[in-house]
């Protein structure tokens, strides 16, 4: 039986180029069901947020932001308001939770918008102590956002944190079940690098283990950050894997496309300036998944090289 993907498409801004914003934005919004837009107040040297809000405005497009590293140029606007110590940011990271009710406002005002979609725990591998008392501090302070009507939900936004074991499903569920003081929750997503380099949790959810399937069986959604390895990975794979994922496909299509398949993911985020990598990308996506027989055959292929 043929599955459909389910991934979604989602605009990532981590390397966008500022002057492209305003079309990738609304290329983004064209299909609104599934519209989204993920970004951080320390992308774009600290103005990414501040970029997006003028072409977010009467949009149908949800958003996820970030908290925990410290924007260029904001550090001091935190110490002035008593929210971070300037032993903290000289850390670059901080999860404290004066800091992050602090960041929550900041990015409240800098996208323009009254309530948040979705905040992302950025990076908690990177705190200067523990992270899981760091998440603590951090789940604690977003829960309380949410109770005051400013957030939806949040996330746990992670590069390494699953594959070096500082961070599970199951102990973020618990962490937050704890800050909640409920099973009740709301934490609701997982964003993490899902490629066929990045391979390893990818691996792992075609097995139906590791962190991409506990997430989705805990009805959590699944953002993949870095689909194509920051651009480097059409160059690194070939037409053989094309032609075992999809033949009709380019190799950036077929990569998506792969991607997208992996069993739990539900949304792929890519920094597109260029409308034709966008709208190949939509193309690809819209595609039937690719059997998992199939991509455990394409990461064979490639660990083998």
Not at 86 to 109: D, I, K, M, Y
Not at 171 to 190: E, K, N, P, S, W
């Amino acid at each position: 039986m043929i599955r459909e993907a389910t991934a979604a498409l989602g605009l990532g801004t981590h390397r966008l180029r500022p002057p492209a914003i305003h079309d990738a934005v609304l290329r983004a919004a064209e299909v609104p069901a599934t519209a989204w837009v993920d970004t951080a107040p320390n992308y774009a040297a600290g103005r990414a947020q501040t970029l997006l809000a003028p072409f977010l405005t009467d949009r149908v497009i949800r958003v996820s932001t970030k908290v925990g590293f410290v924007a260029r140029g904001s550090s001091t606007a935190a110490i002035v308001a008593g929210a971070l110590s300037p032993r903290e940011a000289s850390t670059g990271h901080c999860l404290t939770a004066p800091f992050v009710h602090w960041q929550c406002a900041r990015n409240r005002a800098e996208l323009g918008r009254p309530r948040l979609d979705m905040v992302f725990v950025h990076n908690p591998e990177r705190s200067a102590g523990d992270p899981i008392e760091a998440l603590l501090r951090a789940f604690t302070a977003l829960e309380e956002e949410v109770k005051a009507g400013a957030l939806d939900a949040y996330g746990v936004a992670t590069w390494n944190g699953f594959d070096s074991g500082v961070l599970t499903v199951p102990h973020l569920d618990r962490i937050a079940t704890q800050a909640a003081g409920t099973a009740d929750h709301h934490l609701r997503a997982v964003q993490l690098p899902i490629s066929l380099v990045t391979a390893n949790a990818f691996t792992q959810a075609l097995d139906n283990r590791g962190p991409i399937t506990q997430a989705a069986a805990r009805g959590w959604d699944v953002f993949a950050s870095a689909p194509l390895f920051g651009g480097e990975l059409p160059e690194m794979a070939n037409h053989e894997l094309t032609e075992l994922i999809r033949p009709d496909l380019t190799v950036p299509q077929a990569c998506l496309l792969a991607v997208a398949s992996c069993p739990g993911v539900t949304r792929v985020l890519l920094s597109a300036s260029d409308s034709a990598h966008w709208y190949d990308a939509r193309a690809a996506l819209a595609k039937p998944s690719v059997p998992v027989a199939t991509l455990r055959k394409v990461l064979d292929v490639l660990a083998s090289d």
